[in-house]
């Protein structure tokens, strides 16, 4: 487990961590609303949608609904979790992934 009891943050550090995942969490809804009133929608506008026949006679609305959503659902899953971990990793993190402390001063400067 990666958490450190003696990590210290400042609360600026901390809002802008959690204004970033929010407009993450905002952006992957939208993406899953989306995906998922394309089916109703698709369904409502195409005929072939639901009346064309495919693999095994089950029609691309049924394919979709019983293998695409889940797969879309998956792939969006770990997107979005892969995303939020390294915001918050690269956001709160002490050190770089070269093993240097973060310096918040100018290159060239001697602290």
Do not use: C, K, N
Not at 44 to 65: E, Y
């Amino acid at each position: 487990m990666d958490d450190d009891v003696d990590a210290r943050h400042t609360p600026a550090e901390v809002d802008a961590t959690f204004r970033t995942l929010r407009r993450v969490a905002v952006g992957y809804f939208v993406v899953f609303l989306l995906g998922v009133a394309a089916f109703p929608v698709l369904s409502l506008t195409l005929d072939w949608w639901s009346q064309a026949r495919l693999v095994g006679g089950m029609s691309p609305g049924f394919l979709v609904a019983a293998f695409g959503l889940y797969l879309f659902f998956a792939v969006l899953g770990i997107a979005v979790s892969r995303l939020t971990s390294a915001v918050e990793h690269r956001m709160l993190d002490d050190t770089r992934d070269d093993g240097f402390p973060v310096t918040l001063e100018p290159p060239g400067e001697v602290p």
